[in-house]
Each structure stands twice: as structure tokens, then as C-alpha cells.
């Protein structure tokens, strides 16, 4: 107070902030968890004044109402990384032919063959970047996944680059990619990526090309 205030509306004063600091303290103690805290140089607009103690509040109650996975859940995006089998029993593939090709059509990259056999897919995270290996018989190849919707670039074969943008939709990861070869887009697609509550991954992917069309519905199970 200024130094002027007379004594009476100082003694007025105090007797009316101990009566506030009393209140606040039972309005805390309505709660098993509730604590009146002071914080130096904040007004009444504590929020503006000093929001880093405002947003440590929230946190501090969340963290005690809230399992930590469901926090981890409503904060983050799905966590793909790891090693993954996939399940080729619930595997589904379907392909269709283009009756009549346009003429000069370039060509597809062979199918499995008939024997398919997959491999442990690795996905490993470094900041917002996933980085995929694996996955089928044979393939050496890694590619990138970056979900802040930039192109991407991978070389999966001499010649043949696989070119690519993610971007979340509703908890699920959607990359949209194509492959070119000597820089003539040979097919393109989507794969759309998901969690599902007990903690398989499922790949939906869309092929397309002036050849064929084809669906394909991955199941993968985490091994590591």
C-alpha cells in the first residue's frame, strides 16, 4: 500500500486479505488433494501474469486423475516403432488387371510369387520420422514416413524411387505415395496406418496403375 494509506484502512486491509487467505484455504481443503498456493508478482489475472504455474496446476491435477497411457494417448499419436510379424492368415490381397491398358503403358513391378513369405517389418522413430524395413521376403529397402505432410524420397531399386507424403487423419498415419521409375510414375497408392485397442497394427493399402488395381489388408502383431 502507499505509504499515505491511513491506519485504520490499513488495519481494515489486512484483517480483510487474512479473512481471503482463510477462505481459500477451506475452499482447498473441500478436496483430499486440494492446496491453496501463493504466487509471487501474479495478480488477478494469474493466467496472463504467469501461465507457466497455471498450465504446472492443470498437468499436476491431470496426472493424478488420469491413467499415464490414457494421458500418453490424448497427447501423442499412435507409437509405431518396433518390430512387427506380419499375420499372412489374416492377410487379404486382391488384384485386378486393366482390361486394355493404354498403349505404352509402363510397366509394373512383378508380383510375390506364389509362395509369399514376410519378414519382420522394423519401424524406428527419430523425432516426428519413421523409418521402415522389411516387411517382405527379400525387400532390403527402407523408407521414410514423414507426417508433417513434406515429399519425401526413398531409392527402393536402381532406378526406382518411391516418392511419398503422410499426414494424421483422426489417429490414423495416411501416406500418399508413388513409385517412378527413371522418373515416369509407374503406380501409385495410400497406405493408411492404425492401432487397434489391443495393440495390433493394421495396414490398409490402395494400389493403383494404368495395369491393375489392388487392395491389400495387412495385420501385424508388435514382437519387440
Known sequence: MPPDVPADVREQAALYFRALASGHDA???????????????SGHFIQVDNPK?????????????????????QSSH???SGKWRIDPTKTQQHATLVAN?????PAI?????SEHQ?????????????????????????????????????????GLVRVAKSHWN????????????????????TDTRSLTTDG??????????PRHHAEVHLVMERVS
Do not use: C
Open 27 to 41: 475452499y482447498a481443503a473441500l478436496s483430499t488433494r486440494g492446496h491453496n498456493q501463493l504466487v509471487p508478482d
Open 53 to 73: 504455474v497455471v498450465l504446472a496446476a492443470i498437468n499436476d491435477v491431470l496426472s493424478k486423475i488420469a491413467p499415464q497411457s490414457l494421458l500418453a494417448a
Open 78 to 80: 499412435p507409437n509405431f
Open 101 to 105: 491398358p493404354p498403349q505404352g503403358a
Open 109 to 113: 513391378p512383378p508380383p510375390p510369387p
Open 118 to 158: 514376410y519378414t519382420v517389418e522394423q519401424i524406428e522413430q527419430s523425432g516426428s520420422l519413421l523409418k521402415i524395413s522389411g516387411g517382405e521376403a527379400g525387400t532390403t529397402a527402407v523408407y521414410t514416413i514423414d507426417p508433417t505432410g513434406k515429399k519425401v524420397s526413398d531409392s527402393i531399386a536402381p
Open 170 to 189: 483422426d489417429g490414423r498415419l495416411v501416406t500418399e505415395w508413388q513409385m517412378e521409375r527413371n522418373g515416369e510414375v509407374v503406380m501409385h497408392g
Open 200 to 209: 495390433l497394427q493394421i495396414v490398409d493399402r490402395l494400389i493403383e496403375s
